[in-house]
């Protein structure tokens, strides 16, 4: 009977001390993968209370739907990662432009037998951030080149992917901290 009452007590100090351990071992840690207080990322632009727009889009393709594509993944970016608030008209803190310099796109059809569309898509572009006061550049990602190979159903998929990647790699630069 002693023996049993000791097992007990033993087990339950046991999972006393797990249950302890588990709950210490989570302190100061955040769900949303991000560091500070606010729970946003941090960038150039502060703590994520800044506003900014787009201020312009250049792109050298042949494309019309590229530069309306381009706005639209850079503002999903920005907004998913807590960069900065949104404003689509008015005075803003920063205003964003996106300088695409190069483009290519290949599509072939694998082989006689197979009529998948295998597309080679390389997209350069350069992210600028100016001050929405002064007009002075704040920072510059500098020239993001991204290349890749697509197995797609069509060639603007492909596109889109690879300006996809290519503005996520440009806005990581953004929030990187040395």
């Known amino acids: 009977m002693k023996n049993t009452v000791f097992r007990t007590c033993k087990v339950m100090l046991a999972a006393a001390v797990c249950c302890l351990g588990l709950a210490l071992g989570g302190c100061g840690y955040q769900s949303d993968g991000f560091t500070t207080a606010s729970s946003r990322a941090h960038s150039v632009l502060g703590s994520g209370d800044s506003t900014i727009k787009i201020d312009k889009v250049e792109q050298v393709t042949l494309y019309p739907w ?27 803190d920063y205003l964003l432009s996106v300088n695409m310099s190069g483009f290519k796109v290949r599509s072939s059809i694998s082989n006689r037998a197979d009529m998948t569309l295998l597309s080679n898509t390389t997209v350069s572009l350069e992210i600028v951030v100016r001050s929405g006061k002064s007009g002075a550049v704040v920072w510059r990602s500098g020239v993001v080149r991204y290349t890749d190979k697509f197995e797609t159903v069509d060639e603007p998929s492909a596109i889109r992917d690879g300006l996809n990647e290519a503005v996520r790699r ?9």
């Open 66 to 92: 590229v530069q309306y594509h381009l706005r639209s993944v850079v503002r999903d970016e920005v907004t998913l990662r807590r960069l900065a608030k949104w404003v689509d008209s008015g005075k803003a």
């Open 170 to 178: 440009a806005l990581d630069r953004m929030q990187q901290q040395f």
